[in-house]
């Protein structure tokens, strides 16, 4: 069975411009997760959805993010502006029925220049 | 104080002997425990789960937890160098699906 597909794997871009991370969380998982993950910061919740619904969007830094989940399989999390302070590893989860399990994608990592 | 504490290492260990990490929590309402572990460049990989106090064996891993002391720990026995990696322990936060990291321990495991 697949498990979280994260795309792209690697992200480099400019101040300013628009960035677009997928996901596609395990099937029949109903819960999930965006997280981000810097040396000192470690890793942080942004935002998760249940049944494609946003619960908990208290850990999105600013404005500048948003993240949206269309269907059970897809989401995505895009920064527009984006800044060299949003360079990191953004990393997607999810979860089924095991109570609060959560499997994680292989991650993006980004660099914005 | 931190929600999820974790003392951040490096921790080196000879191999064969036995790794402990530990990891305190705020949350009175944390009712689900969990331990990652996240090689280097790689994302978290789930190791053990634990929701009843005491412990926990899956093969050479062993978790263990109380509640009342708001505390979990992983033993790692027999520990070999392949066990070298960050050690992430995570709880779910007032009872929700929301998990909340410690920052990791660093565990070097010396062949």
């Known amino acids: 069975d697949a498990g979280v597909i994260q795309s792209p794997r690697h992200e480099v871009t400019e101040m300013g411009q628009e960035v677009t991370l997928r996901c596609k969380p395990i099937?029949?998982?109903?819960?999930l997760f965006w997280y981000r993950q810097t040396m000192m910061r470690g890793l942080e919740l942004l935002i998760y959805?249940?049944?494609?619904?946003?619960?908990?969007d208290s850990g999105m830094p600013e404005d500048r993010f948003s993240a949206k989940m269309p269907n059970a399989s897809f989401s995505t999390l895009k920064i527009q502006p984006s800044e060299p302070r949003d360079s990191a590893v953004y990393f997607c989860?999810?979860?089924?029925?095991?109570?609060?399990?959560?499997?994680f994608g292989p991650g993006t990592r980004l660099t914005v220049l | 104080q931190k929600e999820v504490e974790q003392n951040s290492g490096p921790l080196s260990v000879p191999e064969g002997a036995i790794a402990s990490l530990n990891c305190t929590y705020s949350?009175?309402?944390?009712?689900?425990f969990f331990w990652y572990r996240q090689y280097s460049g790689k994302s978290p990989e789930l190791i053990m789960f634990?929701?009843?106090?005491g412990d926990k064996e899956d093969g050479r891993f062993t978790a263990q937890l109380n509640k009342a002391s708001q505390y979990v720990s992983l033993l790692i026995r027999d520990s070999q160098p392949s066990d070298s990696a960050t050690y992430l322990c995570?709880?779910?936060?007032?009872?929700?699906?929301?998990?909340?990291f410690g920052q990791g321990t660093r565990l070097t495991i010396n062949p």
């Open positions: 989860a999810s979860s089924g029925s095991e109570l609060y399990t959560q499997y």
């Open positions: 099937s029949g998982h109903n819960s």
């Open positions: 959805f249940n049944n494609n619904v946003p619960i908990d």
């Open positions: 949350d009175r309402g944390s009712q689900s």
């Open positions: 634990i929701y009843s106090n």
């Open positions: 995570a709880v779910n936060w007032q009872g929700a699906q929301k998990l909340v």
